[in-house]
């Protein structure tokens, strides 16, 4: 434990959204690699979610619940998004 007068360390570049190493046990490349491999899979889940709601969509105009025009103001959504 630290004293409370004792001059704190440096503070680290931090990322705004970002991996950190959360044991001193880890090294960064660790790291780095885990988080790599996390988020391409939150890639491919919010693919799937995306094609999902579209699927949906095509489901309700297609019915008569929603606007074809609908459609395409979605499409331009993600692509912008």
């Known amino acids: 434990m630290t004293p409370p007068n004792a001059p704190s ?9 970002g991996p950190e190493v959360s044991s001193p046990l880890h090294t960064d490349t660790a790291q780095q ?3 790599r491999k996390r988020t391409w899979q939150l890639h491919i889940s919010v693919l ?9 969509l095509l489901g309700h105009c297609w019915a008569g619940y929603a606007d074809w025009s609908a459609v395409l103001w979605y499409g331009l959504w993600v692509v912008a998004g």
């Open 9 to 17: 360390p440096p503070p680290r570049a931090r990322l705004l959204w």
């Open 33 to 35: 690699e885990r988080w």
């Open 48 to 56: 799937l979610s995306h094609v999902y709601a579209f699927a949906l």
